[in-house]
């Protein structure tokens, strides 16, 4: 793989963000009951709901990445929904990065799109301490299924070109990502441990 100098900037000038906020949420502790996974699902539905809203799909068709094809609200609903967990009952985050340029989402989708690439030792810590999986409860954590990698590698591209094409622009992007780790550990802190997080409309299926 060729070198990529602003994909190690924003890895190092993200790294202790990143490891606070994974110190933060604690996923293996997480998967020990149902319960407390369905909180994280929520919990990520609360900060992906506003923030795939603001995210400009348009600006970034024209750098060659389709945001739709990204998109995980979707997948968190699909979660939702088969534990009868009301959706529009659960509170969704206000403060977000800014996200008014191009730049800004790149940096911002680094932090989601790094997620989604991290979520393979998620999924099968999933199945093995809760035996779910993307057919029951578990469609975000088994994003792009089999196309995790080629769905990485795309936006690295992307990510290189931009930069290259625009030096002037990496500051702001280094910016937005360490914005977005800083805005999703503050929704967590809101969110998570608090027992009216999670509401259902249907039985608990522990």
Partial sequence: MECDPLLDQLKTATRQLHNRLEARVDILNRLGSLQAYQQLVAAFYGFYVPIEKRLDGVGLKQVG?????RCKVPLLLADLRLWTIDADCLPCAVALPELNSVPQNLGCLYVLEGSTLGSQIIKRLLFQHL?????????F??????????????????????????????DEMVTAAQQTFIQLERWFDQTLDRSDTVRQTGDDRQ
């Fill in 65 to 69: 990445l389709d945001l739709a094809s």
């Fill in 131 to 139: 035996g779910v999986d993307e057919t029951n409860g578990g469609a």
């Fill in 141 to 170: 954590f088994n994003a792009y299924g089999d196309r995790v990698r080629l769905m990485w590698d795309q936006f690295r591209q992307v990510v290189t070109q931009f930069a290259a094409e625009n030096p002037q622009h990496s």
